[in-house]
Structure formats: C-alpha cells, structure tokens
C-alpha cells in the first residue's frame, strides 16, 4: 500500500510538472548516450581487443593488460609526472578563481567590474594551440621575456626546453586560461548572500577585509567544498591538449602524462586493451579518492556532494 501512494505520488508529480522534466531530457539524453553507453567499452580492458573482430569476438585475456601496465618501466615514471602535475594544479589553480571571485567582489563600479569580468573570461576560450603559440614565442630567445632579460644584462634561457620550466609554465598557463571562467561559480554564490548581513556588518564598524573574511568566505564554504571534491575526482585527468601542446622533446621525461600517453600508444600505435585498462585505471582511482575525500569532509565539516 506504501509502496503504490509512493509511486502514485511520483506519477502526480512527474504529471504537474511535466514541462520541467520534458526541459531536462536533452540533459538526460547527452549523459545516457555520451557518458553511460560508452561504459560497454570498458571490457577492452579485459580483452586482446582487435578491431575487426569487435568486442563480441576479441579474446578475453583477464587482468593481463593491467599487469602489464604496471609492469612496465615508464609507467611509474608517467604516472609520478601526472599526480606531480595534477597536485599543482589543485595547490595552486584551485585557490586562485577562489581569490579573484572574492577581489571582483569588492570592486565598486559596475562597469569597471563587468569589463574585467569579460577581459578574465576570455582566455577561456581560446584553444591550447593558440596559447602555445603565444607562450613559444613569448618565451623564445627572442621573445619579450629574453628581451627583458638580455636588456638587464642577463643570459637568454630556452624556458620551452628546460625542463626544470615545465611545470610552472603548465600550471601558470593553466591559471591564467581557466580562472576567470571558474570563478563565475564563485561570484554566483556571492551573488546569494545576503545583503543585510554586510549591512550589519557595517553597523558593527566592520571593515570590507573583515566583511570579506567573516561573512563572504564562510557562505562561501559549501560551495567551495562541492568544486574540490568534483576536483579531487579528475586529479589523474590532467587534459591531454595543454600537455601535448607545451611539451617539447626537452620536456619530455617531466611531461609525459597518462594522457599523452594513451594517446602515443593507443591512438597512434593500436594498443587499445592497453590503453583502455589505463582509461578505466584512472576513473577507478579519482572515484575512489572522491569518495574517501568526501567522507573525510562530511566527518569534518558535514558538508560533501552526497
């Protein structure tokens, strides 16, 4: 009886607002065809997959593709280069949309405001070829930093082929590309805070670093929890553009990810199982450190994505 008052309900609710759900369907259809279907693909992993004889017919091989990536000699090498690379980014990257949400906060002029906004969104969409370019250049020996450098009597160094470079550039690129258009999140949430609290606040004889720091940043908390733990959840998925793009053969033994990895050895030389086992090796890895963050920030906080 309980459970046919709890379907009919369902059905009632789903009846009422019908132009709601019917809004979501073009939503449900993207996950369900691009990110449910293609799940079947997974048991290549598990197989000596060749492509002319398809997934029903390729040999089943069990857990051989998995050791053999774990026994290969470059792949602790690739992976130490990937968590080093994807622990940067949350080091460094996560904090800064976090900072400039809160600095465009506090700029008075409407207009002012809304012109930076649009001037900080805009690397985001330009392609990582396009940045290359720009970073190449600006960094050649005779780019404006070397021209800077030389001027003050300084040697020219090839920042692109130092390896020692690698990272800072990847991870400086990266902020500068992604963290306007990731603090829209941020100013959104700002945006819901209450007004009569800083108008307390005012009252009180708080200053606007008080306000920003007693009011802005603890509202800003939950939301704040949410994007680290779907952060922490891609730590291994580092983007196979980016890398593949600043890479140079100098910069190879730092840069070398899973990503371009899977790449060299899947797309160019045919080793899908391989490859495959790797894919499903780094979603098994971020679910399991999403949900271990999770839980560690429910316990502490009481806030998590679920």
């Known amino acids: 009886m309980v459970a046919r008052q709890k379907r009919e309900s369902i059905w009632g609710n789903m009846r009422r607002h019908k132009a709601l759900y019917w809004m979501t369907l073009p939503g449900m259809l993207y996950f369900i065809l691009f990110k449910y279907v293609p799940l079947l693909g ?12 398809g997934l029903l017919k390729s040999p089943w091989v069990g857990l051989e593709n998995f050791i053999y990536i ?14 080093k690379i994807g622990f940067a980014q949350i080091l460094y990257g996560f904090p800064a949309p ?13 207009k002012l405001k809304r012109c930076m906004q649009t001037v900080l969104y805009l690397p985001h969409f330009l ?3 396009i940045i290359g370019s720009i970073l190449f250049d600006l960094l050649s020996l005779n780019g404006v930093v ?6 003050f009597g300084m040697d020219p160094i090839l920042y692109m082929q130092k390896a020692d470079c690698f990272v800072p550039i990847v991870i400086l690129s990266s902020i500068w590309k992604e963290m306007g258009w990731s603090a829209i999140v941020y100013l959104a949430a700002i945006a819901g805070i209450s007004p009569e609290l ?14 920003a720091l007693y009011i802005t940043f603890p509202l800003l908390l939950p939301t704040i929890t949410v994007m680290f733990l ?3 959840g891609n730590f291994l998925n580092l983007g196979f553009e980016q890398i593949y793009v600043l890479m140079t053969p100098m910069t190879q033994s730092v840069g070398d990810i899973l990503d371009t990895y899977v790449y060299q050895y899947g797309v160019l030389e045919g080793k899908y199982s391989m490859t495959t086992a790797i894919g499903l090796f780094k979603s098994i890895f971020g679910l399991v450190l999403m949900v271990l963050c999770n839980s560690l920030s429910k316990y502490a906080t009481g806030r998590g994505v679920y």
């Open 42 to 53: 997974s048991v290549i992993a598990f197989q000596d997959y060749q492509i002319f004889k």
């Open 70 to 83: 774990f026994q290969y000699p470059d792949f602790y090498r690739i992976l130490g280069n990937t968590v």
């Open 98 to 110: 976090i900072l400039l949400a809160l600095l465009l906060n506090e700029v008075g002029n409407r």
């Open 127 to 129: 392609s990582w070829a």
């Open 146 to 151: 070397n021209s800077v450098r030389t001027a």
């Open 198 to 211: 800083y108008e307390a606040a005012v009252v009180e004889g708080a200053s606007r670093l008080k306000q």
């Open 230 to 232: 779907l952060r922490v």
